[in-house]
């Protein structure tokens, strides 16, 4: 079983309590939109980090972080790319990869809205973790963390903080 961490869109910032709301995952993965150096820099000081970029995402962080990231994990086949759309409207390129790849799991970050989404079309779930950064039109920071128990997402848990409290 393995302990999740899963944010999106920090924008170049990370709140001070995802330290302790990743303490006791076993890896951070970031959906895009890191923002800076920086940020992935203090992600991977806290756990080894899986990223890909963003569409706000400069030259440096689209060298160290791929477009999408297509791995397993357990026995759970994850496909995680930033702008991806969620079940009933998917992204063309995203379309494109659940259907050559079929993956349990697919993560989409982008909307800054958090979404927990069973596909029975595609027989994945889907999650998107919102926004974890000080950028954007959202009033609610939000990540998630989980485990991967073979085949199966258990214990999804939400962290959301009020915005104009973290700044």
Request: aromatic letters at 8%.
């Amino acid at each position: 079983m393995k302990k999740i961490g899963l944010l999106s869109d920090t924008h170049g910032s990370i709140p001070e309590r995802a330290k302790t709301f990743f303490a006791d995952c076993d890896e951070i993965w970031h959906a895009g939109d890191i923002g800076t150096d920086e940020v992935a820099d203090k992600l991977e000081a806290m756990k080894p980090l899986r990223a890909v970029y963003g569409n706000i995402d400069g030259q440096p962080l689209r060298k160290d972080f791929p477009e999408y990231a297509l791995f397993k994990t357990e026995d759970t086949l994850v496909l995680m790319m930033h702008i991806g759309g969620y079940p009933g409207r998917y992204s063309p390129k995203a379309r494109v990869l659940i259907q050559q790849f079929q993956p349990g799991l697919f993560i989409s970050g982008h909307s800054h809205i958090l979404k927990v989404i069973y596909d029975k079309k595609n027989k994945l779930l889907h999650l998107n973790p919102g926004a974890a950064g000080n950028s954007g039109f959202h009033t609610k920071i939000t990540m998630m963390r989980f485990n991967i128990n073979k085949d199966r997402i258990e214990d999804l848990e939400i962290l959301e903080i009020d915005r104009k409290r973290e700044l």
